[in-house]
């Protein structure tokens, strides 16, 4: 069976620096996606960024990157040049077959 | 396009009671999946939903039901209300059946205290 696991419930970053969030998966599948989310405040859940598993290339949204590690089976997500807006709770998510599967979460807090 | 709607957004119940929750999709999204997220547990799959048919169901008790109407709007019900069933209750509709590269656009939520 797919599990996510997000080891960080809690992370804090400075306004303007980087911090980046972790994610680990186990999988027996070869074709699969990678999602970020986030979750801010009392508001609806937002994709952040997504990954296909074949593609060697790290995804990149704006101040949004990430860094997948298939063979490892890590996919981080790193925000730059961080904002307030930025805080909010962000879970990691595999998306294989027929199934989407999600991490507990990491709380980032922003602080000014 | 108007977003994924949930209502209603609050509720309080007592142990013992049941309750129904309903999630309108988005417009031409014809899968819909159901997560409980409790502080600590993130988000804890209960079923999905396409083409009113249940294609997937997570480990929870029987008293955790749902059903999908021809028009892709879900309805998920909880029998004999628990104290530990207090959650936010989250829907997501997806274009496609979950998983894949199928994004999943999610509602507000339903916020369950049962006391």
């Known amino acids: 069976a797919q599990t996510v696991t997000q080891s960080q419930p809690e992370m804090s970053v400075q306004e303007a620096e980087t911090v980046t969030l972790s994610c680990t998966y186990d999988?027996?599948?070869?074709?699969?996606?990678l999602f970020w989310y986030k979750q801010p405040p009392s508001r609806q859940m937002i994709l952040v960024i997504r990954q296909e598993a074949y593609k060697q290339q790290n995804a990149t949204e704006n101040r949004f990157s990430v860094n997948f590690q298939k063979a490892a089976k890590s996919f981080s997500l790193k925000i730059s040049d961080s904002q307030l807006g930025d805080a909010a709770m962000y879970f990691c998510a595999y998306s294989g077959t027929y199934k989407y599967i999600f991490g507990t979460g990491t709380r980032l807090k922003v602080l000014a | 396009k108007a977003g994924v709607t949930q209502t209603p957004r609050y509720l309080i119940k007592t142990r013992g009671q049941q309750v129904t929750l309903s999630c309108s999709p988005i417009s031409g999204h014809r899968s819909v999946s159901w997560y409980q997220q409790t502080p600590g547990q993130g988000l804890q799959f209960l079923f999905e939903y396409f083409s009113e048919t249940q294609r997937n169901k997570g480990n929870f008790p029987g008293r955790f039901s749902g059903r999908q109407f021809s028009n892709s709007r879900s309805e998920m019900n909880v029998s004999t209300l628990e104290l530990g069933d207090s959650a936010l209750y989250l829907c997501?509709?997806?274009?496609?059946?979950?998983?894949?590269?199928?994004?999943?656009?999610f509602g507000p939520g339903t916020r369950l205290t049962v006391l």
């Open positions: 999988t027996s599948e070869s074709d699969y996606y």
């Open positions: 997501a509709s997806s274009l496609d059946a979950a998983g894949g590269q199928n994004e999943q656009f």
